[in-house]
């Protein structure tokens, strides 16, 4: 069992930036890979980042690529998204989620975490 946290989200200007966590509970955190989804209101969840189990692989789609960056630390038990040069558009709900990589490129996860408001004002 994997619990997950998220935490960071908040209000903040277009063009700024902001850094959210994911603590994940349990000894086999290291062996899943992770990921980040959004979901704005009245659309579908949308994947945003993953990360290989080691870290040593990252995915990211076109929306986001170049602005967004996904890491993680497996002593702390924890995934990070760095998200600079913020959009209005990138308002959303972002829920950390643990599974396999492959998964979770098409919204397939194992766990998932209670989800961490953004708001992006023009």
């Known amino acids: 069992q994997v619990q997950l946290v998220e935490s960071g989200g908040g209000l903040v200007q277009a063009g700024g930036s902001l850094r959210l966590s994911c603590a994940a509970s349990?000894?086999?955190?290291?062996?899943?890979?992770m990921g980040w989804f959004r979901q704005a209101p009245g659309k579908e969840r949308e994947f945003v980042a993953a990360?290989?189990?080691?870290?040593?692989?990252?995915y990211y789609p076109d929306s986001v690529k170049g602005r967004f960056t996904i890491s993680r630390d497996n002593a702390k038990n924890t995934v990070y998204l760095q998200m600079n040069s913020l959009k209005p558009e990138d308002t959303a709900v972002y829920y950390c989620a643990a599974g396999n990589s492959p998964g979770l490129r098409v919204g397939v996860a194992d766990y998932w975490g209670q989800g961490t408001q953004v708001s992006v004002s023009s």
């Open positions: 990360i290989s189990w080691s870290g040593g692989s990252t």
């Open positions: 349990g000894r086999t955190f290291s062996s899943y890979a």
